[in-house]
T-cell receptor, first 109, second 114 residues
Framework: GQNIDQPTEMTATEGAIVQINCTYQ??????LFWYQQHAGEAPTFLSY??LDGLEEKGRFSSFLSRSKGYSYLLLKELQMKDSASYLC??????????WGAGTKLIIKP | IAGITQAPTSQILAAGRRMTLRCTQD?????MYWYRQDLGLGLRLIHY???????GKGEVPDGYSVSRANTDDFPLTLASAVPSQTSVYFC?????????????FGEGSRLTVL
């Protein structure tokens, strides 16, 4: 079966760095997405990786290793507004998205 | 309107009632999707449409139906609601010809079936 694994919850301190991991087992691979979802709101797109390596976008970076079925989202200079759930999703060979359950990130002052 | 709009935002209905969740987008995206989100689970695809006039079943289609008469609208109907359909429903769209095919989500419809 297809599976996306990510930690349920993480806690970090304002101003620090946090890495959220995602491992996947899917039928084929056509890209990996990270979305941010604040409580009670809709998910919003953060990043997309289809080739191995690091994609940097401001304070957020996303890494992909296709051979390991592994990705991480790196958040730097954490701010209180970064408290949210972070969703990892993989597009499979049928171009359907398989979603992880999300990682709830709690930022403490 | 800019983006994707869902209605109603929230609804409580009795089991056995029929309910339609509305979804409209103004981005001219060809693909549209309905997901449900339940605590502790990832987003699960109910139905999708790759282009106007076509629809397909997702991971959890039972008890739901959709139609795609035009590019902008993609309503989701629960023919006879059951308590297990209590959930938050998200409509989304994507431009499948775009670079990433990222999804744009509506604000969600919180449905409670009693």
């Amino acid at each position: 079966g297809q599976n996306i694994d990510q930690p349920t919850e993480m806690t970090a301190t304002e101003g620090a760095i946090v890495q959220i991991n995602c491992t996947y087992q899917t039928s084929g691979f056509n890209g990996l997405f990270w979305y941010q979802q604040h409580a009670g709101e809709a998910p919003t797109f953060l990043s997309y990786n289809v080739l191995d390596g690091l994609e940097e976008k401001g304070r957020f970076s996303s890494f992909l290793s296709r051979s390991k079925g592994y990705s991480y989202l790196l958040l730097k200079e954490l701010q209180m507004k970064d408290s949210a759930s972070y969703l990892c999703a993989v597009r499979d060979s049928n171009y359907q998205l398989i979603w992880g359950a999300g990682t709830k990130l709690i930022i403490k002052p | 309107i800019a983006g994707i709009t869902q209605a109603p935002t929230s609804q409580i209905l009795a089991a056995g009632r029929r309910m339609t969740l509305r979804c409209t987008q103004d981005m001219r995206h060809n693909a549209m999707y309905w997901y449900r989100q339940d605590l502790g689970l990832g987003l699960r695809l109910i139905h999708y449409s790759n282009t106007a006039g076509t629809t397909g079943k997702g991971e959890v289609p039972d008890g739901y139906s959709v139609s795609r008469a035009n590019t902008d609208d993609f309503p989701l109907t629960l023919a006879s609601a059951v308590p297990s359909q209590t959930s938050v429903y998200f409509c989304a769209s994507s431009d499948s010809a775009g670079d990433t095919g990222e999804l744009f989500f509506g604000e969600g419809s919180r449905l409670t079936v009693l």
